[in-house]
């Protein structure tokens, strides 16, 4: 099943209109739509509702290189969005076990299991992370795990 609001797909609606109708459950649910924090985030936790027991949650775009790459609003082609600031703000939940792969633009992993590696960076509100602090510590932040290494956690 494909959620878009503009192409592709199979279902054309935004997340948003999908899940408040939505009544199926997923093994894995690929998150690569609006990357801008607050519906990435609203994203995983609808994800979650309807993730079936032993299933995966997988994010687009989790790493960008530079400011410029995750800025909001957009203002370049090579754009991750701030998905980045869901992942920091999924880490302090103990209840999931999230990770980031380095493959493509850094792919985010949800499981729906206790944290293994709970980070404790407590925010009122995670969009205001600034980008100096994510350069200087993503790896820590986003729990930065190799492509083998992901195959040996699922
Ligand atoms: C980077 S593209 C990725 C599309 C697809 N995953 C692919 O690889 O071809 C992002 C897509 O998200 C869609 N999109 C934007 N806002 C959305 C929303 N609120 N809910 C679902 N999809 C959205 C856009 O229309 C666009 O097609």
Redesign the pocket.
């Known amino acids: 099943m494909g959620?878009?609001?503009?192409?592709?797909g199979t279902v054309r609606?935004?997340?948003?209109q999908?899940f408040a109708k939505n009544d199926e459950k997923f093994d894995c649910v690929?998150i690569?739509?609006?990357?801008e924090y607050h519906?990435v985030k609203k994203?995983i936790l609808n994800s979650l509702q309807f993730l079936n027991d032993g299933g995966i949650i997988l994010l687009?775009?989790c790493l960008p290189n530079n400011y410029y790459e995750q800025a909001t609003p957009r203002c370049q082609w090579i754009w991750n969005g701030d998905v980045w600031k869901a992942i920091v703000e999924c880490r302090n939940l103990k209840d999931i076990d999230v990770y980031t792969c380095y493959a493509d633009f850094g792919i985010g992993v949800i499981f729906k299991r206790p944290n293994k590696n709970l980070l404790d960076y407590k925010l009122p509100n995670y969009k205001n992370i600034s980008f100096k602090f994510y350069y200087e510590n993503y790896k820590k932040l986003m729990n930065i795990i190799e492509y083998d290494e992901l195959l040996n956690i699922i």
């Open positions: 959620i878009d609001p503009v192409s592709g609606a935004t997340s948003d999908f690929f690569d739509g609006l990357h519906q994203d687009h775009d």
